[in-house]
Each structure stands twice: as structure tokens, then as C-alpha cells.
């Protein structure tokens, strides 16, 4: 049994459909099961990282464990091998080796330590921009054709979520990759502009971008995020170091199959901005 955190999100709920279309025993884990809109057939247990008593049930009879940082890595990691569960795959980030100081790369950094010293195998992925980020658009195209962000020709290796999910799926039923540190991106950058244009051929809309200042999408960021997340959020935007900016060849070394390009997410998921 595969245990999924965040069975609800871009990546765990890519990775959960994955495991059923392989028919690979799984369980999905929300703090609000009533409230998951999951798949009937869908075994959701009730658990809060917050609370790792609260967890007894869903990693009852689990082998393997796909965690999302929650900041209490260490209490959770310690319920996990009591229950028996004996591999965890943690969706980290690359801030961990590109800005390690920062508060994303360091929290992301103490939950793989956390895994890394209870001695269970451990995995840990390291993914880039994600596609999926582009989501947040979508009100300004229900409202019209202009799509305005900050750093118009700044290209990163936005990757799939799927991708993810797959390495992720790859790591959590086949041996070999315990200890393993997978550095995750898309196959080649991919600017703000160019991402506009691959949506708006994916909904069939002529779409354009309009460039910002970061001073300007700062403001708008801060409405919903803390002021260091905003900083090192248009950081990494506007100034992506080397390794941020590399088309990594990993998703295919892992599963044997190429990263999808940004215009493949944005046919995928057409339909959140039509």
C-alpha cells in the first residue's frame, strides 16, 4: 500500500491517478476526507501532519510514503517507521542546492535531514518552476486577453506536474532508489511570453503579455504571501541562477520517458481557462 499526501494537489493527485491506472494499491490522506472530491473508489483516510498521533489510521499497513514538506518532518518520519513504512519520497525543492539559504531551500533541506536520519529509504525530489504555477492567471483571462507578469523574456524549465508525479511513482514501486536526490525540470526554458501563447492556443484564444514591474507584482504577491516568500519568489524569477535555468535530463532517465513541454500542460489542463 502507497500512502499519497496531498492526493488533492498538482502533484500528488497527478501521481495518485497514476498508481490506480496501474492498479498499485494506494491511499489518500486529507485532514477533511468529506471534503477531498476524490474518486468514490478512493481509500481517504483522515490525518493531519500537525498532529502525527492523528496518522495512526492512514499508515496503517502502508510500505511507502509520498510526503509533502509540512515543517514537522521529524515527528511525522518518527510515526512512519513505528507504523512499519519503510520508504518515503519527498517532493523537496532545488532551492535546496541553488539557494540553500533562503527559507525555501533551508525548510526543504530539514525535512530531507529528517528523513535522512531515520534511517528509512529515502528519495528526494528537487523540482524547478512548476507549469502548474500558471494557474494563477487564469482570473486575468476570464477577464480578457492580456496576461501581465513580471520578467517577460526570462526562460525557466517550467516542468509537468505529471513528470513529477512520474519520477515520484517510479521511486515509490521500484527498488534502486533509495538515497537517490533527483534535480526535476522541463525540457527547455520557457518564458512568460511563450507560456501565454502556448495557453492561448490551447483554449484557441489569441492571447498576449504584457511585462510588469516586480515592484508591481510584489504588491499584488503580498496580498496572499509572506514578504520573504514574495522576495525570494520574484528572486528566482527575475534572477534564476545556471543551474535554474537547465533543461535536466532526468524525468527520462528515470522512467524512460521525455519530459512534456509546457504547451503539453497547457492542452492538459485547457479547461481551467476556458
Known amino acids: 500500500m502507497i500512502l499519497v499526501a496531498g492526493a488533492t494537489g498538482n502533484v500528488g493527485g497527478e501521481l495518485l491517478r497514476q498508481l490506480r491506472t496501474e492498479g498499485v494499491p494506494v491511499r489518500a490522506l486529507s485532514r477533511n476526507p468529506g471534503r477531498a472530491a476524490l ?41 512512519a517507521a513505528r507504523a512499519g513504512i519503510r520508504r518515503i519520497v519527498l517532493l523537496s525543492s532545488v532551492a535546496v542546492e541553488t539557494r540553500p539559504e533562503s527559507l525555501i531551500g533551508r525548510v526543504h533541506r530539514d525535512a530531507e535531514r529528517a528523513i535522512e536520519a531515520s534511517g528509512l529509504e529515502g528519495t528526494f525530489l528537487r523540482p524547478g518552476q512548476f507549469a502548474s504555477n500558471t494557474r494563477a492567471w487564469a482570473s486575468q483571462i476570464a477577464q480578457g486577453d492580456v496576461v501581465r507578469t513580471p520578467f517577460a523574456r526570462v526562460g525557466l524549465p517550467a516542468i509537468h506536474p505529471g513528470d513529477i508525479a512520474a519520477v ?67 528572486d528566482f524569477l527575475g ?18 520517458k521525455p519530459a512534456r513541454t509546457f504547451a503539453q500542460w497547457a492542452r492538459d489542463n485547457a479547461d481551467g481557462f476556458r
Do not use: C, W
Open 239 to 256: 534572477n534564476p541562477t545556471v543551474t535554474e535555468t537547465q533543461a535536466l535530463p532526468t524525468v527520462e532517465k528515470v522512467t524512460g
Open 168 to 234: 515520484a511513482r517510479t521511486a515509490l514501486t521500484e527498488d534502486g532508489h533509495a538515497g537517490a536526490v533527483y534535480s526535476l525540470s522541463g525540457p527547455r526554458p520557457v518564458t512568460p511570453v511563450e507560456q501565454v501563447a502556448a495557453i492561448g492556443e490551447a483554449i484557441g484564444r489569441k492571447l498576449r503579455h504584457e511585462e510588469i514591474t516586480a515592484e508591481r507584482a510584489g504588491e499584488e504577491m503580498s496580498a496572499f504571501m509572506p514578504a520573504e516568500i514574495v522576495t525570494a519568489t520574484l
Open 39 to 79: 474518486p468514490a473508489d478512493v481509500d481517504v483516510v483522515a490525518g493531519d501532519f500537525a498532529d502525527p498521533e492523528s496518522l495512526a489510521k492512514a499508515f496503517s499497513g502502508v510500505e511507502a510514503l509520498f510526503l509533502m514538506m509540512s515543517g514537522n518532518e521529524t515527528a511525522v518520519v518518527e510515526e
